[in-house]
């Protein structure tokens, strides 16, 4: 069974980080692209930040540019979202996925979310 976790979500105050995991489990997804999405309260789930198998594209969200970094670990079968500098608009449910690449308009697997909550 083809399962990702993700964890390491939770309340912050503003300016501060936290970091998001996403471990896979059911087979390997070294060669597959992952995503990290999100879904604030009453708005569209949006790409936050993707990064291909190897690692060498990467792509990020204007939104977060330059606080928010994208890794994967192929031995671990896991991919994290380190957040600095949070903001109350970071607000919402965090998801990971797996996909063909990281401009991809479909994505195959997906996680069940963790809450992440920024306060003012």
């Known amino acids: 069974q083809v399962q990702l976790d993700e964890s390491g979500g939770g309340l912050v105050q503003a300016g501060g980080s936290l970091r998001l995991s996403c471990a896979a489990s059911?087979?390997?997804?070294?060669?597959?692209?992952m995503g990290w999405f999100r879904q604030a309260l009453g708005k569209e789930r949006e790409l936050v930040a993707a990064i291909s198998w190897s690692g060498g594209n990467i792509y990020y969200a204007d939104s977060v540019k330059g606080r928010f970094t994208i890794s994967r670990d192929n031995a671990k079968n896991t991919v994290y979202l380190q957040m600095n500098s949070l903001k109350p608009e970071d607000t919402a449910v965090y998801y990971c996925?797996?996909?063909?690449?990281?401009?991809?308009?479909?994505?195959?697997?997906w996680g069940q979310g963790t809450q992440v909550t920024v306060s003012s």
């Open positions: 059911g087979r390997t997804f070294s060669s597959d692209a």
């Open positions: 996925a797996a996909g063909p690449a990281p401009w991809a308009t479909r994505w195959d697997y």
